[in-house]
Structure formats: structure tokens, C-alpha cells
């Protein structure tokens, strides 16, 4: 069901300036917990030919994730290597591929030619329903299909069937979530070669389902529509209500601080409410204290928040000092598990600025090192 009707501003509640978000507020990120440096052996295509970068897995409702006929189902954005990686965003596909004990294998685009409403599948979650059958890919559409050129993002979701062949008989993708402009930036973005850093968010869907509640809910990146900052990035959160998907306010806020919390992943162990997001340096305000490319997170009692810095200032896990870009869009599975790709690694310093060279030959596209994460209340260290 298509939720396009824009909420009765009377309806929403701004009893406080922020819609009660709770507050990055950027701070020492001096010793940041580094992850080891990735090295020539670690950079190993799986598809010759084939850049692969942001992934999240098929999961269960309750965030285990899917081992189907003893393999996990993974999503990746996919694109043909160009001589500029950049440029990988304007021509990304959802890719399917499957993972067990013989390594990767491919199963093509998850989604079928000439379905997309868009131009480009940007990133999102798959959830397997409990009935066993029923998945759901949750993803961001970039444009529209025959539309100007633009980084408009657009909230989808599109049902699929997972049986003895895999996942397909993909039906017909429904827009869930519409930005209302009161707290969410609605902005078509009809330029199509945007500055790093400077785009407004509204991508990402994230499923998670509340163990308190049973209430499905889907947490996405966005920007305030309530500020002119620059740097005016959020996390929001929509709930299913029946067969609709209704805007709640916003989770965090880091209004001044950075513009881009991207890809909030959510999660729920002991008792407690996580969500992560992965964030770079040049994305930090000017005034504010820029912390690294890393893994960053906040930890709640419930999903509504009050949600506290995990580790005090937020950072899980950053690139080594020495390597700032070697690593970036980290997923959390339900296991504690941390995916992410390999980004422009091995660069000892030097920049792609001074050395457009190296902007192929040193950009990973597949999968970075797997690592995993230590539970201990507010606190979350790389284990």
C-alpha cells in the first residue's frame, strides 16, 4: 500500500524543537578503537569485473539471519568496475549472492530488469517472514525512471518468495514512506552530480521488529526539514499500522554536527535497543568535532529513545588513523557479526586528489574483513 498522504501538520507533536530526538553530539574522539589494516590478501573480488559495496543480509523477523540449505542469502549493491569507482552510484543494482562452506556464488540481480520505478536500487534490509515464504526487500530508489537527472530517494518496498530455486517472484515495488516536509526533508534533488557529503538523506530502510511490542517498524537516514543547517542528519523511524507505514518522529539528530547517519541498523540484545550508522570525516560540520570513517551507535531502553551515546561520543569502530578509507558501510547482523566493503585501502598517505591513478587500482569493491562485537550495556568494543 502506497502511504503517500501528508500528515496534518497539527498532528504532530513539536513540543520540543526537535520532535524529541535525542542528540549526537560530536565529542573527543581521541584513541579511537581502530580496526587492523586491510592488506593485499584480504582484497579478494568475488565477481571479476563487478564492484559490490553496501550489503545487508536476508533475516529473520527477530534479526537472526536466513541459512537456507545451509547458506546466507546477501544483498549487495552492485555495478561493472569503471576507471572512476565514483561513478558506480549513478548505474547501482540490488545483487543476489549466496555464501556457505564452498565460498560465494552469484545468482544475478535480485531484482528483474524494468521493475524499479527509479533509475538506480540504492541500499535497504530483506526480512523472511515467519510464515518461511514471504520475503520483503526493503530499498532506497534513486530517481525516477524517466525523470531528469536527480538524487531524489524515494522509500520501497517489494514482496518476494523464497523456495526451493531461492528468492524470486518479486510483485510490484510500493512506495511505504513519503518525507512530510515538517520533519523530513522532501526535496526532489534534481542534480545530478552532487559535492561528497552534500546530499539530503532520505534512504535506507532498516526492518526491525520491537520484541516489547510485535510492531514492525522500519528506520531509515533522512535529513530535518525544521533546519537550514547544512549538516542536519537523522535517523527516523515509520510503523506499520495495518497495511500503511506511519512517519513517527525522529529517533537522533545530529543538527550542526554531520549530514549524512547512513544506513541505520537496529538491533536488540539484552534486554537493550541498539542502532548503528556509518558516517565519514568530511561529513562532519565545521564546527563540530570530526570524528573518523567509522561505525558509530546509540543504545536505548525502547525504541522511542531516550538513546545515549554507546561509548560516551558513539564511535564502535574506525578505520586505522594511518588508513582513514580503507573500509566503509558497516551492517550489524543479529549475531554481533560487522559486514562491510572495502573502500580505498592500502593509500599510505597519499591522496586520490594528487594521484587519480590509484583511483582504480586501489578500490577494493568486495567485501572487507568480517569482524565481530562485545555486548556490554552502553558500552560495545570491537571483540
Given at each position: 500500500?502506497?502511504n503517500?498522504?501528508?500528515?496534518d501538520?497539527?498532528s ?18 581521541a584513541d ?8 593485499a ?14 550489503c545487508w543480509?536476508?533475516a ?9 540449505h ?6 549487495f549493491?552492485g555495478?561493472?568496475a ?7 552510484h549513478?548505474?547501482a543494482?540490488?545483487?543476489l549472492?549466496?555464501?556457505?562452506t564452498d565460498g ?17 536500487e ?10 518461511g515464504?514471504t520475503?520483503t526487500?526493503f530499498?532506497t ?7 531528469p537527472?536527480s538524487?531524489?530517494?524515494r ?10 530455486e ?18 523530513y526533508l522532501?526535496d526532489?534533488q534534481e542534480?545530478s552530480?552532487?559535492?561528497p ?11 526491525f521488529?520491537?520484541p516489547?511490542?510485535g510492531?514492525?517498524h522500519v528506520l531509515?537516514?533522512a ?6 543547517d547544512p549538516h542536519?542528519?537523522?535517523i527516523?523511524?515509520?510503523t506499520?499500522?495495518g ?5 513517527g ?9 554531520n549530514?549524512e ?6 538491533i536488540?540484545r539484552?534486554?537493550?535497543?541498539y542502532?548503528f ?15 573518523p570513517?567509522?561505525?558509530y ?7 522511542e529513545?531516550?538513546?545515549?551515546m554507546?561509548n560516551g561520543?558513539g564511535?564502535?569502530a574506525?578505520n586505522?588513523?594511518?588508513e ?9 547482523t543479529?549475531?554481533g557479526e ?25 578500490f ?8 565481530r562485537?562485545r555486548?556490554?550495556?552502553?558500552r560495545v568494543a570491537?571483540?
Amino acid at each position: 500500500m502506497t502511504n503517500d498522504a501528508k500528515p496534518d501538520q497539527q498532528s504532530i507533536d513539536q513540543s520540543i524543537g526537535n520532535f524529541g530526538a535525542s542528540r549526537w553530539i560530536a565529542s573527543d574522539y581521541a584513541d579511537p578503537p581502530q580496526l587492523p589494516p586491510i592488506t593485499a590478501a584480504d582484497v579478494a573480488p568475488i565477481l571479476p569485473g563487478i564492484d559490490l559495496w553496501d550489503c545487508w543480509p536476508l533475516a529473520h523477523e527477530d534479526g537472526r539471519s536466513v541459512v537456507h540449505h545451509g547458506r546466507m542469502l546477501w544483498f549487495f549493491l552492485g555495478a561493472p568496475a569503471l576507471p572512476d569507482p565514483a561513478d558506480r552510484h549513478v548505474i547501482a543494482r540490488i545483487r543476489l549472492l549466496s555464501h556457505g562452506t564452498d565460498g560465494w556464488r552469484d545468482h544475478g540481480h535480485a531484482l528483474p530488469d524494468g521493475l524499479n520505478p527509479g533509475t538506480r536500487e540504492w541500499a535497504g534490509s530483506a526480512v523472511l517472514g515467519d510464515d518461511g515464504v514471504t520475503v520483503t526487500l526493503f530499498y532506497t530508489v534513486a530517481g525516477r525512471r524517466d525523470g531528469p537527472s536527480s538524487v531524489e530517494q524515494r522509500l520501497y518496498a517489494v514482496d518476494g518468495r523464497l523456495d526451493e530455486e531461492g528468492i524470486g517472484h518479486w510483485q510490484t515495488p510500493r512506495e511505504i514512506i513519503v518525507a512530510d516536509g515538517v520533519r523530513y526533508l522532501l526535496d526532489r534533488q534534481e542534480v545530478s552530480n552532487p559535492a561528497p557529503g552534500t546530499i539530503k538523506a532520505f534512504r535506507d530502510p532498516a526492518w526491525f521488529r520491537d520484541p516489547a511490542t510485535g510492531k514492525a517498524h522500519v528506520l531509515f537516514c533522512a535529513s530535518a526539514a525544521w533546519s537550514d543547517d547544512p549538516h542536519n542528519g537523522l535517523i527516523g523511524i515509520a510503523t506499520r499500522e495495518g497495511d500503511a507505514w506511519v512517519p513517527g518522529n525522529p529517533l537522533i539528530e545530529a543538527i550542526g554536527v554531520n549530514n549524512e547517519l547512513e544506513r541505520p541498523c537496529p538491533i536488540h540484545r539484552d534486554g537493550r535497543y541498539y542502532v548503528f550508522w556509518s558516517t565519514q570525516r568530511h561529513t562532519f560540520g565545521p564546527h563540530a568535532v570530526a570524528g573518523p570513517n567509522g561505525l558509530y551507535g546509540a543504545v536505548a531502553d525502547r525504541i522511542e529513545g531516550p538513546w545515549r551515546m554507546i561509548n560516551g561520543n558513539g564511535l564502535v569502530a574506525a578505520n586505522p588513523l594511518d588508513e582513514p578509507t580503507q573500509s566503509y558501510s558497516w551492517w550489524v547482523t543479529g549475531e554481533g557479526e560487522v559486514w562491510s566493503f572495502v573502500d580505498y585501502w592500502g593509500m599510505a598517505g597519499r591522496a586520490l586528489a594528487d594521484h587519480p591513478e590509484l583511483l582504480r587500482s586501489r578500490f577494493g569493491g568486495t567485501p572487507a574483513p568480517v569482524f565481530r562485537l562485545r555486548f556490554d550495556g552502553d558500552r560495545v568494543a570491537i571483540a
